[in-house]
């Protein structure tokens, strides 16, 4: 069951999902020590079909290949605002955003703004993959939940992330001309506002996170798996014991770059706050409760133009100064 990758000098846990039931205490640990350190680790034998990776890259190619003024009609001032243009989260980054738990729907309506027609094909596939995803999260949060406590999968998964929605966002990098001599950041440093999220990137690479002493680290791409990190919510609900890290996006080809990642939310009028099981005996609280959608609010009020900017996180919104 369990496996390590060696990652320079990063070692992140692979949790391999072919029997979920039945996942050994020692890799129960260093999952969990990987998520309190890192923040980070890969799932394997995930169960979503190659195929469906292939198609919505295809789609993405298509999608993003169309003129600018026709993206634009899904952009910031559109009525659906589901496009991130250039020079919003970065020169280098745009991105069409797709919603749960209707996929199908909320696709549809961004394919029939762009290309005037339907084209039911491509809103299959992703409500098919949000589907696929919308699972796999619960499961890893049940592993999450397992690690944290004896039980605390049965006393927490279903009364705290029971109502957990889920959103992915499709991303092309197109690197500058003169990426070669010098390498650019696709994606600034952030922190995900999400529960966990979990992403495709292709066999470019480029992901980096932050170590807790400030070196950037490769999350190198691994055949056949994809990359699960902690999120804000998480961190809050978890009293920092779960770590949500600074990571970002390097380019160093002159090829464009393919990631697709979901995020794995509370519904927006839950309140977070940490249960005491979780906080342990004499632990002070690290955050005050607050409810899910006023730190989103939070952040996108703070982003002024830079999508999921830093020094707008959670412990900046809700940390106790304790
Ligand atoms: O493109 C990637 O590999 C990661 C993207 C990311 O971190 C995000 O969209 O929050
Ligand atoms: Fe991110």
Same mark, same amino acid.
């Given at each position: 069951m369990m496996s390590e990758l060696e990652e320079d000098s990063l070692k992140l846990p692979v949790l391999d999902l072919?029997?979920?039931?039945?996942?050994e205490s020692s890799f129960l640990s260093s999952l969990l020590k990987a998520c309190q350190e890192w923040g980070f680790f890969y799932v394997t034998n995930h169960g979503i079909p190659i195929n469906l990776f292939t198609k919505i890259r295809e789609f993405s190619n298509h999608i993003f290949s169309l003129g600018s003024d026709t993206k634009l009609k899904l952009?910031?001032?559109?009525?659906?605002?589901t496009y991130t243009p250039h020079?919003?989260?970065?020169?280098?980054f745009e991105s069409l955003r797709v919603s749960g738990p209707d996929f199908f729907d909320s696709s549809k309506a961004s394919i029939d703004e762009l290309f005037?027609?339907?084209?039911p094909e491509f809103s299959e596939i992703l409500q098919e993959y949000g589907n696929h995803m919308m699972k796999l999260s619960k499961r890893i949060i049940e592993i999450i939940l397992k690690s944290l406590g004896t039980d605390y999968e049965k006393k927490?998964?279903?009364? $705290?992330? *029971?109502n957990c929605h889920g959103y992915m966002r499709i991303v092309n990098y197109t690197p500058p001309s003169n990426v070669k001599e010098n390498q650019v950041e696709g994606l600034g440093m952030h922190t995900d506002m999400s529960c966990i999220t979990i992403v495709f990137q292709d066999e470019l690479g480029g992901l980096q996170m932050r170590s807790k002493d400030g070196k950037w680290l490769n999350i190198h791409p691994c055949k056949n798996s994809l990359v699960v990190n902690i999120g804000d919510l998480m961190q809050a609900w978890s009293n920092g014991r779960l770590r949500s890290s600074e990571h970002r996006v390097v380019l160093r080809r002159s090829q464009n770059r393919f990631s697709l990642a979901f995020f794995w939310c509370f519904e927006d009028e839950k309140e977070v706050i940490a249960p005491n099981e979780i906080l342990g005996n004499g632990n002070p609280r690290l955050y005050r409760p607050f409810v899910c959608l006023k730190y989103i609010k939070f952040r996108e009020s703070n $982003?002024? *133009?830079?999508?999921?900017?830093?020094?707008?996180?959670v412990k900046d919104f809700a940390g106790l100064n304790v």
């Open positions: 072919t029997q979920p039931d039945n996942i952009g910031p001032s559109s009525r659906l605002k020079f919003i989260a970065s020169p280098y005037g027609q339907h084209k927490f998964l279903d009364s $705290e992330f *029971g $982003e002024v *133009g830079n999508f999921e900017k830093i020094g707008y996180t």
